[in-house]
């Protein structure tokens, strides 16, 4: 079974940084593709950031230069440094990886970001 565990959300005060963290189990091949989405309130889940197995980072417009996605494959974890943090970051931050055809999620951390 496929499991994500996302942690490091909270709150901050505009210009602050925050790092998410995506734990995953019961995936051998930790390079599998895998993203950041968010949900504002009142708004659809949206992209945030993602990674392929050989391929680089992909980012939003609204993250570019601010957001970085790595990952640690010993770790089994895939990271999100959030920089410069706005109040329009506020949302949920969900990870999502791709495996073996099919995608799953985590049950997402909560980023408010403070004006």
């Known amino acids: 079974q496929v499991l994500l565990a996302e942690s490091g959300g909270g709150l901050v005060q505009a210009g602050g940084t925050l790092r998410l963290s995506c734990t995953i189990s019961?995936?051998?091949?930790?390079?599998?593709?895998a993203a950041w989405h968010r949900q504002a309130p009142g708004s659809e889940r949206e992209l945030v950031a993602r990674?392929?197995?050989?391929?680089?980072?992909v980012y939003a417009d609204s993250v570019k230069d601010r957001f970085i996605i790595s990952r640690d494959p010993d770790k089994n974890t895939v990271y999100l440094q959030m920089n410069s943090l706005k109040p329009e970051d506020t949302g949920v931050y969900y990870c999502?990886?791709?495996?073996?055809?099919?995608?799953?999620w985590g049950k997402g951390t909560l980023v408010t970001v403070s004006s």
């Open positions: 990674i392929g197995s050989v391929s680089g980072a």
């Open positions: 999502k990886v791709a495996y073996s055809g099919t995608e799953f």
């Open positions: 019961g995936i051998m091949h930790i390079l599998t593709p």
